[in-house]
């Protein structure tokens, strides 16, 4: 296999192995996708529940799962900026943020939507928001419901950047919607406070209805 042909394969890792982390896990593990998963715990402490949810799921140490080349940040929101540090740049790479700013007063963010705020740390990686307005418990279920496939809501300020994540939704049987730029589509699913995106679209609809 060429060097060229290495690279083009698509490798994942869910760094942050809470609730959010192992809903996503869950995900990989029900359609055999290999995916590391990564904490600030050693993997040896992962291991059992990864071993648990899949055996596509591998605990691996932090720098190791960062050699994917599409990373899901799970972590609290707190937390991103010291992932951020763990590589010295982040190009080539591709941060989908699924984090979310419960309990962060707005004026934390520089006036910026919360996935603004964070792809100030990771500069030179490709950033989309997505697979956050879910809460965990739906997220680690099917999201084959009925017949339909539960949506997940991507935006991003790169549009090369969506397409794959997009792929890769659909790919673990959701139904991805692009909502525009991180100040558009972003601002509509983050967290502001204690009030969730979620929430912001079920208002949206009930007006519509």
Do not use: C
């Not at 050699?67 to 900026?81: D, Q, T």
């Not at 951020?84 to 934390?108: Q, R």
């Not at 991805?176 to 912001?200: C, D, M, S």
Request: hydrophobic share 45%; glycine share 8%.
């Amino acid at each position: 296999m060429s060097i060229q042909h290495r690279r083009n394969i698509m490798s994942y890792a869910i760094v942050g192995f809470g609730k959010v982390g192992q809903a996503l896990a869950h995900a990989f593990a029900r359609k055999n996708i290999e995916v590391a998963v990564a904490s600030r715990r050693p993997p040896e402490a992962l291991a059992p529940q990864a071993r648990a949810i899949g055996p596509t799921v591998v605990a691996k140490s932090l720098r190791e799962a960062l050699e994917a080349n599409m990373i899901i940040l799970a972590v609290p929101f707190g937390e991103h900026r010291e992932v951020a540090k763990a590589l010295p740049s982040w190009k080539g790479k591709t941060v989908i943020d699924a984090t979310n700013t419960f309990g962060v007063p707005p004026e934390e963010l520089d006036g910026l939507p919360s996935s603004a705020f964070v792809a100030k740390s990771f500069t030179s990686a490709k950033f989309v928001k997505g697979f956050n307005h879910l809460i965990a418990a739906t997220l680690a279920t099917d999201p084959v419901v009925e017949g339909g496939h539960r949506v997940v809501f991507l935006s991003g300020d790169d549009e090369d950047a969506i397409a794959p994540v997009a792929a890769l939704a659909k790919q673990l049987g959701f139904a991805p919607v692009k909502l525009g730029k991180l100040n558009e589509g972003g601002a509509l699913v983050h967290a502001r406070g204690r009030t969730w995106g979620q929430l912001i679209f079920q208002d949206l609809f009930k007006k519509e209805q």
